[in-house]
């Protein structure tokens, strides 16, 4: 069946009141200026504030708007994902509530996708009103995850972007939980490209990504795509056997010559300090590997939809007449 939708929009939202009556002005203005049919998707990834409330509002005058409403909060990954299940459009953009990433940047997207690229990615040159500690953390992310994958996941860039049907379909077939979208745009392939863009202070609002979810995005970032980390805790394995063996060596033959038995308490304690301390890591690092695995083979979906605005069924991908 041939849908009509030509662009489908998907905003993730956790607690954004403040910022959502000017997030969809602003959208609707750019993909008004489209001349083309479009959907905006606003995913509510279980906000406690007002967030719900005022969205309902706007669906109820705008039927190009339509509202998920996830059961509780799943996480930005999970909102993203359930946007391109449902989007329908032949392209599909994925970009912030918070107007951070500028909307009117899609229509520099479209441009390249009418030019045929599959898949047209917000590039980062700066980030404007961001701590230096984010800019840092995530600066230093991105290059680590980079050095550590065989697939070229483009630095600088977060989840602003546009997709093609194609890459859409190929994303929803992929059945892993613990998702980081990013890189699974890379892993798929097809003709990629780059928009620049900079990157705006919060309209409102303050960050709803803490340090905890940070940490939890560059560790799913990081074992999705990289086995580094264990091949790292075998080699400090390696040379810690070595150390160990090469000091107790050097340890008995001094003791042999000198004929004494000066082993200092002091020494021993510390390098086994050391040695636990690497066992342990070693052990946390197989631990997130694990924990993922884990996580696959309950097979729980990656999110539950308690309700939908302007969807003739709850959770059931189809355009409604309006
Ligand atoms: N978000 C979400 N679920 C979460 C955290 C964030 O849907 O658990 C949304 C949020 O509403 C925003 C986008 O993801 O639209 C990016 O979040 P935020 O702007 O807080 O992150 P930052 O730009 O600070 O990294
Ligand atoms: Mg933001």
């Known amino acids: 069946m041939r849908n009509s939708t030509v ?6 939202l956790y607690n954004e009141e403040l910022v959502i009556d000017e ?48 059961s509780r909060n799943f996480g930005h990954q999970a909102a993203i994902t359930a946007g391109m299940d449902m989007a329908l459009g032949d392209a599909v953009v994925v970009i912030d509530a918070d107007l951070q990433d500028p909307p009117e940047v899609i229509l520099n997207m479209i441009e390249k996708w009418k030019e045929g690229y599959h898949v047209v990615y917000g590039k980062r040159v700066k980030r404007e009103g961001e701590t230096f500690f984010k800019k840092f953390t995530a600066k230093m ?21 546009l997709i093609d049907r194609k890459v859409c379909d190929a994303l929803v077939s992929l059945p892993e939980k613990n998702r980081y979208v990013r890189g699974l745009v890379s892993w798929v392939g097809y003709k990629q490209t780059y928009v620049e863009f900079v ?30 980390p264990l091949v790292f805790a075998g080699y400090f394995g390696g040379l810690a056997f070595l150390a160990g063996m090469i000091s107790s060596i050097a340890i008995v033959i001094k003791d042999l010559i000198q004929r004494t038995d000066i082993l200092s308490l002091g020494l021993v304690l510390s390098m086994n300090i050391m ?19 884990f996580d696959e083979s309950k097979g729980r979906p990656i999110y539950i939809i308690e309700s939908t605005v302007n969807y003739k069924k ?7 007449s309006s």
């Open 7 to 12: 662009y489908s929009v998907v905003v993730p």
């Open 23 to 70: 997030s969809y002005r602003r959208l609707k203005k750019v993909m008004d200026s489209t001349k083309e049919n479009y959907e905006i998707v606003f995913i509510n990834d279980g906000s406690s504030d007002k967030t719900v409330e005022k969205v309902e509002k706007i669906c109820k005058i705008d039927t190009k708007i339509k509202l998920i409403n996830f």
């Open 141 to 161: 992310f991105y290059r680590t995850l980079k050095s550590m994958t065989s697939i070229n996941i483009p630095v600088d860039t977060g989840d602003f972007r």
């Open 199 to 228: 990157r705006q202070e919060r309209f409102a609002g303050d960050s709803k990504y803490p340090l905890r979810k940070m940490m939890k995005l560059a560790l799913d970032g990081i074992t999705s795509f990289s086995f580094k």
């Open 275 to 293: 040695f636990f301390g690497i066992t342990l890591g070693s052990i946390g690092i197989m631990g997130q590997y694990i924990g993922r695995i």
């Open 314 to 320: 709850a959770g059931e991908k189809c355009e409604i």
